[in-house]
């Protein structure tokens, strides 16, 4: 998604969108695959957030997008974690 801001018209969405974009750019700054890792720990909880959101209706495109978005946040934040391990 652009920096001017999503399309996906829904205040949860936005709020989550600030929070989970401040995260993003710090696992990106991070040196220390452990420091990603805890940042990453963050993702998954913000993300976890929009895919258990109450609102959610499978009929509304901008709720698909919402989830689709968030499903490869998760996924990305869990590949992290596991790197960690390595």
Do not use: P, W, Y
């Not at 829904?10 to 805890?38: G, P």
């Not at 959101?53 to 490869?72: E, P, Q």
């Amino acid at each position: 998604m652009d920096k001017e801001g999503s399309k996906i018209s829904c205040l949860k969405f936005q709020k989550q969108e600030s929070l989970i974009r401040d995260i993003i750019e710090k696992i990106n700054m991070a040196r220390v695959v452990q420091q990603k890792a805890r940042f990453a720990e963050e993702l998954e909880k913000e993300v976890g957030a929009l895919l258990s959101c109450a609102d959610h209706d499978s009929k509304r495109l901008d709720c698909g997008h919402c989830h689709f978005i968030a499903t490869l946040r998760k996924k990305t934040a869990n590949l992290i974690i596991k790197a960690k391990k390595l």
